[in-house]
């Protein structure tokens, strides 16, 4: 399993570009995205998951052109986008039903693995509860059960640590860790400890462009 960016950019308007000319192989294991705001981390997320076509360049998924069919990448694509939301009248467990209907799965392997994924992420306890009376760490857990829920042999995790205090950004980058066997998995951030404990390979992006890919330690 592989991932190829080529030369891939992302041109919003005559003067800004949010990604250029980024060129990175992504192999099995967690690989950091890291960059301050602005750097150019969602715009590439959102291209990759296909909610957004690259201005230049392609990505491969196996060596399938997925800006010409991204179907072949969304039955194996789990995403959370920086800007998640839960419908707060739901119930955990509600929504991740509502979120499994959506993504096809039948009834009785929705309800295996979301039990599955609930005590993964220790929230078995509160699947009744409303999504509204959950705190931010708790709904970041939401998003990510979402994003695993088919089991994605590709999964797209955009600041998920943003807001979280450091004893739950920790849990969040164990539970990326635990989840990332035999999967590629990107996870954006702007904070340097989210990548330095947990990832295998840190892709480093500055206004918009890629200045390395490498394992923390040479970094
Ligand atoms: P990051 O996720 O690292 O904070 P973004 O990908 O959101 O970075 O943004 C990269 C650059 O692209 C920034 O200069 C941002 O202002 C610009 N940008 C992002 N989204 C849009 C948009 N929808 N329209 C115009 N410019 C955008
Ligand atoms: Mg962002």
């Known amino acids: 399993m592989s991932l190829r960016l080529e030369s891939i950019g992302k041109q919003y308007n005559d003067d800004v570009w949010g990604v250029r000319d980024v060129t990175l192989e992504l192999d ?3 690989h950091g995205l890291l960059g301050p705001n602005g750097s150019g981390k ?3 997320m959102r291209i990759i998951s296909t909610v ?3 201005s230049t360049g392609t990505v491969y998924w196996n060596g399938t052109d997925i800006t010409d069919s991204p179907n072949t990448v969304r039955s194996i694509l789990g995403y959370l986008p920086q800007d998640f939301g839960v419908y707060p009248n739901l119930t955990a467990r509600e929504f991740l039903e509502y979120m499994a209907a959506l993504r096809g799965l039948d009834r009785k392997t929705a309800s295996a693995r979301i039990d599955e994924l609930l005590t993964f992420l220790n929230l078995k306890m509160d699947q009744d509860r409303k999504l509204h009376t959950f705190s931010g760490g708790m709904r970041q857990s939401v998003g ?3 994003a695993l829920l088919n089991d ?5 995790v955009d600041e998920p640590t943003v807001g979280l205090d450091p004893e739950k950004r920790t849990q969040v980058r164990n539970l990326l860790s635990s989840a990332a066997n035999e999967r590629v998995v990107l996870l954006s951030t702007h904070i340097v400890p989210d990548v330095e404990a947990t990832a ?3 892709a480093l992006l500055h206004d918009g462009e890629l200045l390395t890919h490498t394992d923390p330690e040479t970094l």
């Open 28 to 30: 099995p294991g967690i």
């Open 42 to 44: 969602s715009t590439l």
């Open 52 to 54: 957004m076509d690259p």
């Open 144 to 146: 990510i059960a979402q």
């Open 152 to 156: 994605p042999d590709l999964l797209v």
């Open 200 to 202: 295998n390979k840190v």
